[in-house]
């Protein structure tokens, strides 16, 4: 890890630290570990057995480019005080990684599940961020009881041969792989301009660090993660979601990967009318990162309304 975002990833765990965040690793299966950022105490072991006087749990799942705490940190700094906060990362980011062959969105679903249950969570949020989104998607359907309300971000249901040709239109690529999994660090600095409203003003040497952490290793695990997500129009079905009057979609208004016509399309015809919409002005695909306080604001007066009971 280069020396700029070195300190600055070491400032960031002392101040999780500080709002009783840290980072654990489980096992889910043999040759098979997620990493969390997750409460200190975990809910099994304290004195407080009833749900209902814990910390309702919110689960923030990551997009494909970075981790869960780059993708999340001024969330989790902005939400532990009064929610259970659990980021993991996805199978081949962060400290994840499996030996099995599965690419799925619906192992990687698996796998986040298992891990929350084994940290000792019942029932929770998911808030999903692109990639994250897709998989929450999958997780609601397959686990339920579990998820019991989604907050979804710049995301689609599936990632479909009809949405994925018209988004490589619009940015001007051939295929995802070429705009997720760079060889250069100036492929970094293209994935900030493509997912943000505003190019983000950082210097040469500080994405050459972020490419050197996040981006050359599991290149190949990654591309075959990629390529598991893609689903033929014809292959596509719209599942039953028991959660939909509580899912709310939570958009970047400039988002040119999943626009504002997919965000009313999800609501609308998938969702039957039954989820919320919400929007972020000035904002792109990456709508956390570069709006945090604008995108925490409208994340936490939804997730006022969800426990408001």
Request: charged share 25%; with cysteine.
């Amino acid at each position: 890890m280069g020396k700029s975002l070195a300190m600055y990833m070491s400032l960031l765990r002392v101040l999780l630290r500080l709002v009783g965040v840290r980072s654990q690793v489980v096992e889910i299966e043999p040759g098979t570990l997620v990493h969390f950022w997750a409460p200190a105490e975990n809910p099994n072991k304290t004195k407080i057995h009833n749900q209902a006087k814990r910390k309702p749990a919110v689960v923030f799942l990551h997009g494909f480019g970075f981790n869960g705490i780059s993708t999340w940190q001024f969330q989790m700094l902005a939400m532990a005080k009064d929610y259970a906060i659990y980021v993991p990362d996805f199978l081949f980011f962060g400290g994840s990684f499996t030996d099995k062959t599965e690419r799925s969105p619906a192992f990687q679903a698996e796998c986040m599940a298992k891990g929350l249950k084994k940290l000792g969570v019942e029932k929770c949020t998911l808030v999903g961020l692109s990639y994250g989104g897709m998989v929450g998607f999958k997780m609601a359907e397959m686990y339920p009881d579990l998820v019991d309300s989604m907050v979804v971000t710049c995301s689609v249901m599936a990632l479909t041969e009809s949405i994925t040709r018209a988004a490589l239109e619009r940015i001007g690529f051939s295929s995802w792989a070429e705009v997720l999994i760079p060889e250069t660090f100036e492929g970094v600095k293209k994935i900030a301009e493509l997912c943000t409203y505003k190019s983000l003003a950082m210097p040469d040497f500080f994405y050459r660090d972020i490419f050197q952490d996040m981006f050359i290793n599991h290149k190949k695990e990654r591309a075959e993660l990629l390529e598991a997500l893609q689903v033929k129009d014809k292959d596509f079905y719209i599942p039953h979601y028991p959660q939909a009057q509580r899912i709310h979609l939570l958009w970047g208004e400039e988002d040119v990967f999943f626009t504002m016509e997919i965000a009313r399309n999800l609501k609308e015809r998938l969702l039957g009318g039954k989820a919320t919409l919400h929007y972020v002005e000035k904002a792109g695909h990456v709508v956390p990162s570069e709006r945090p306080c604008a995108y925490n604001g409208q994340l936490k007066k939804i997730l006022a309304s969800l426990y408001a009971n």
